[in-house]
C-alpha cells in the first residue's frame, strides 16, 4: 500500500493510497482526506478501493513528518509506505503526473488548483 500525501504550503490537504499499481487493470486508488473518509473526488485513470482499508498505524507520523519535509514548499507529494509497523519514506514528487492527472468530477480540478498559493515567499 502506498500512502501519498498532498502537501501546500508544507500543509498535507489530503493523500492518495493506492495499491497493486505494477497491474493497471487490477490496481486500486482512493483519494482520501485527512480523516481517513472517501475525498469527494478521484482519479479517472484507475479503479477505486469499494471499500477504504483501514488507516495505516503510522498514519499521524506520517502527516508529521510530510509536513516537515514541504515546509517551504508552495506544493509537494510526499510518499510513504508503512512495512511491519514502521514508516518507510519512498520519495518526494513536485509534478505528478506531470501536473496533468484528471480529477473526477473535472470540477476538482479548479478546487485543488486554489489549494496552491504560488505567491508566497
Not at 90 to 114: H, Q, V
Request: aromatic share 18%.
Amino acid at each position: 500500500m502506498d500512502y501519498k500525501f498532498y502537501c501546500f504550503n508544507g500543509i498535507p490537504k489530503f493523500l492518495y493510497i493506492s495499491q497493486g499499481l505494477e497491474d493497471h487493470e487490477t490496481a486500486r486508488i482512493s483519494y482520501v482526506t485527512m480523516d481517513w473518509k472517501q475525498a469527494p473526488f478521484n482519479r479517472t485513470d484507475f479503479a477505486t478501493f469499494e471499500q477504504l482499508p483501514p488507516k495505516p498505524r503510522m498514519f499521524d507520523k506520517m502527516i508529521e513528518y510530510s509536513r516537515k519535509l514541504s515546509k517551504g514548499m508552495s506544493f509537494a507529494r510526499v510518499d510513504w509506505y508503512e512495512v511491519n509497523n514502521k514508516m518507510l519514506f519512498s520519495e518526494m514528487t513536485f509534478y505528478p503526473g506531470g501536473g496533468m492527472t484528471a480529477f473526477e468530477p473535472n470540477s476538482y480540478d479548479r478546487e485543488i488548483g486554489y489549494l496552491m498559493d504560488i505567491t508566497r515567499k
